[in-house]
């Protein structure tokens, strides 16, 4: 009687996994014919080549107020005032 219930629990196991493996193998495979039609059917367009001369250290950074700047340095200093 023990071993019938072991050999049931490992049948039960088997189907589980096999399962549970097929189930990703199919997504998988979905997932890769999905990713390969769209790829092919609509491509990325082509991004805009950057000039060379034009580098993220060279790009205008936006204005910030002067008040801002205050203010978040006071909460700053306040921060690491109280963190000590």
Known sequence: MQADIVA???ELMLFGM???VLFLTVLV???TAMSRLMTRYFPD?????VP???T?????SPAVAPQLVAA???????HRRRRQ
């Open 8 to 10: 049931q629990g490992f």
């Open 18 to 20: 096999g399962t549970v």
């Open 29 to 31: 495979v979905a997932t």
């Open 45 to 49: 367009p082509a991004a805009p080549a």
């Open 52 to 54: 060379a001369r034009q």
């Open 56 to 60: 993220l250290r060279e790009q205008p």
């Open 72 to 78: 978040i340095s006071a909460a700053i200093h306040q």
